[in-house]
């Protein structure tokens, strides 16, 4: 009885689970879209001075936890080797949030962001298990009002 007791409650934190990352790539999508007129570009030489009538440093940062059932799966991937996908899409997710809390936070007027950085670190990792408990993505630019 007790084993049943487990697997239904490994079952239900995967399917709980699953949903709740479904949901959250759901949100990024309609918001990519939403931010998708606000380019984000890497340019080798600057602008001229009289094109750009302000310049702002924007960020944004999110930070992801992983969810018990993929911290076992990615415990199993590691004694076989291989790629670990449960910790690919959380870092996708980091990653995509961070860069749409950027998009989120600049001043009006921005026509485009430049020099665009984004940065991923390991928050609560536990030395002993080896194991991550969530991730951080930061995303970092400079925002761009130009003269009209």
């Not at 009885?1 to 399917?15: E, H, R």
């Not at 094109?51 to 992801?64: C, D, L, T, Y």
Request: a neutral charge; charged letters at 25%; one cysteine or more.
């Amino acid at each position: 009885m007790d084993f049943i007791i487990f697997i239904a409650l490994v079952a239900t934190g995967y399917g709980v689970g699953s949903w709740l990352e479904k949901r959250h790539y759901d949100s990024i999508e309609q918001r990519e879209v939403e931010l998708l007129e606000l380019p984000i570009i890497t340019c080798k030489n600057g602008f001229e001075e009289d094109r750009v009538s302000h310049a702002e440093i924007v960020q944004g940062s999110a930070v992801i936890s992983v969810d018990y059932f993929k911290r076992i799966l990615a415990s199993l991937r590691n004694i076989f080797g291989g790629t670990i996908r449960s910790y690919e899409t959380l870092i996708d997710r980091a990653r995509r949030e961070a860069i749409l809390r950027m998009k989120e936070s600049v001043p009006e007027g921005t026509q485009l962001i430049v020099n665009v950085r984004v940065e991923t670190s390991t928050i609560g990792k536990n030395s002993h298990k080896k194991s991550v408990s969530c991730v951080e993505a930061i995303a970092y630019g400079t925002a761009l009002v130009t003269a009209k």
